[in-house]
């Protein structure tokens, strides 16, 4: 596959860095507010921003059905921090896990932190926490693939893959790399 196309669902929060980021891979993407903007996906990365306003969005713009029909395709899915709550079961439902908003605690108890991520090679992912979620509890079918304090801050259920923090802003890219690598999979196994 030479460039995938992978959307970024824009209706709130920081798109553009994880454009930048996937455009930096080698990734088309492509901004995505309505329905039609989903035709033609290998991906989709749902970016952070806050939760209640982006289900908001989504009710308004006649996206949630439209966007679990492109999870139902198998198309692969990357939440970042209120990405992750948006794929929980409480919203989108298209993973098999719940997160605990503003689980570290509010906006002046934002952290970073070196966090080991299984699948990722290399030395620690610096993670940039904002408000961060977690993952509160999960299915048999979620692997788990970093914690904080016990507690899940990176997950992957098959083709898709969530964060409770924001890697677009610490300029770590492995993260988006290896979302890159399941839509490539997934690319490569339908020819």
């Given at each position: ?27 088309e ?20 921003g ?68 299984a ?67 997934r ?5």
């Amino acid at each position: 596959m030479d460039a995938p196309v992978v959307g970024i669902l824009a209706l709130q929060g920081d798109f553009a860095a994880h454009a930048r980021t996937l455009r930096e891979l080698g990734a088309e993407p492509r901004e995505v507010r309505v329905p039609a903007d989903l035709d033609g996906l290998d991906g989709l990365v749902i970016p952070g921003g806050e939760s209640t306003t982006m289900t908001l969005g989504i009710e308004r713009e006649r996206l949630a059905e439209p966007l679990r029909e492109l999870a139902a395709a198998g198309t692969p899915l990357f939440g970042t921090c209120a990405g992750l709550i948006m794929l929980d079961r409480d919203h989108l439902g298209l993973m098999d896990l719940r997160a605990e908003r503003n689980a570290f605690g509010r906006q002046v108890r934002s952290f970073e932190a070196d966090l080991e991520i299984a699948g990722i090679d290399g030395p620690p992912v610096r993670a940039v926490f904002i408000r961060a979620p977690w993952v509160a509890e999960h299915g048999e079918g979620v692997e788990l693939l970093a914690e904080i304090d016990g507690r899940p801050v990176a997950v992957r259920q098959g083709d898709r893959l969530a964060i409770s923090f924001h890697p677009e802003l610490s300029g770590e890219t492995r993260l988006h790399a290896l979302f890159l690598e399941l839509v490539r999979a997934r690319a490569g196994a339908r020819r």
